[in-house]
């Protein structure tokens, strides 16, 4: 691909051998060829990779001036760009890179920019700040890259992309990478590049076939419950749940909260600090789901994602996309499920159409079902225990002082009503909708095992890369089936901290949705 030796060895490095579709065919061409370039793939595709990689080559650290801007649509997206070309250039002459965004303050972003930046990653908004304080010069700019240029304009940053490329020289090379083509893009192309060269990798709006895509059949007042069953049913679940709006987000976090879940929220309303807080959280494996927009979680790189959960589903085909593709990636499989309602079918059946993949019909998991995976798990991880701490004599005597007289049995029954205690299961309520509006479907099987089977693909590329207390589920024998999402044997045990524990006053055990009390190494895309 003719990358320098020293981009090669921090790709190496980083564990990246094989170059993505858009990353083969747009590096070659950016590196030879003095081009406007379009870039259309999907999320999850690479992209960044895809510019970033010929950037760092093109860069001239000697020269003092600003050379590079890249525009993003959130400060996750654009700190996720920063921290990559940090990495991938690792072992070449320093050149220097800064991300400025809104939500942070301005007073240093400015004085950051007294220094040589080669290269400025931003928002439009407070780049249009920066202009006007005199802080940002782009008179000798080299290359203007817009990504994720589409949602750039879903999110009204139409006036300030012209006015920010009202301060660039005609004499630039624009590299444009979106997901989609709209007609507002298209007015930009036209506007502003010259006979730009294409590259359209999934253009038809392609979904990672490593994703399984489910739906139930939920009222909206059971969605929570439902929500709650799936991850009572797999602790070692890892999710990201897409909310239609910012209060949506905030709701559903706090509810999760207040039955001790590992949850929060990430929208528009935060500050910088709770944001980068949630994310730090999230990646760390503190939290076990993230509750979030659309528009917010643009830019979240989190590689081990095991679903991905539409609480409502979006109004355009490509936001679905966006969603499931957080899971899936770099290699991986994942899980896309939506919740509908029962007049919600021909949604399910257009995106079947649009997208040329399959739904399958899924149960939510009953008390009965929840209550059998997570005591099996239980059993075989307490069997698998290993410890090599001795116990002292001293205890064990006093230990058989109290159990002495107690049977086998009736220790063992001791024991299972603790964990069963643990567990705090509320409702055994069928969420599911009535029979007549749903039909027949895929299931869960108690043991966690896919009924039709698992998949066994790979990829390679260069990419970015419960209930209150006190109420019992046993009351009921409905043991209907129902697909359980889970993956690994062993139980984590019973969920941890109490929601003081997770007020903002625990330092990085606070949570950004409790607004009213303050607030493994693998292959990577990238």
Known sequence: MGLSDNILKSLEELGFNTPSEIQAQAIPRLLTEEIDFIGLAQTGTGKTAAFGIPLLELIDARQSHTQALVLAPTRELGQQIAEQLEKYSKYIEKINVLAVYGGAAITNQIRALKNPQHIIIATPGRLIDLIKRK????DKLAYLVLDEADEMLNMGFKDEL???????PESKKTWLFSATMPAEIKKIVKKYMENPFEVRVNAKNEVNENIEHHYVMV????KEEALIRFLDINPEMRGLVFCRTRQDTQLLAEALLKKNYKADALH???SQQQRDRVMKRFKTHDLQVLIATDVAARGIDVNDLTHVFHYSLPDETAYYTHRSGRTARAGKEGISVAFISGREGHKIRQLENQLSIKFKQVTIPDSQSIMDVRIENWMQGLYDFKSMVKVDVAILE???MVFGNVTKEELLRKLILLELDKLDMGSNKDLNQAAEERGGGGGYDRRGGRKDGGRDSSRGGYGRDRNEGGRNRFGGNN????????QDRGDRGPRSGSRNERSRDGGNNTSS??????????RRRF
């Open 135 to 138: 802080a940002v010069k782009l």
């Open 162 to 168: 012209d006015e920010i490329l009202s301060f660039t």
């Open 219 to 222: 009222r909206q007042s059971d």
């Open 268 to 270: 528009g309303d935060l």
């Open 398 to 400: 006093r230990v058989n």
């Open 479 to 486: 043991r209907g089936e129902a697909k359980v999402y889970h």
């Open 513 to 522: 949705a409790d607004r009213s009390n303050a607030s493994r190494p693998k």
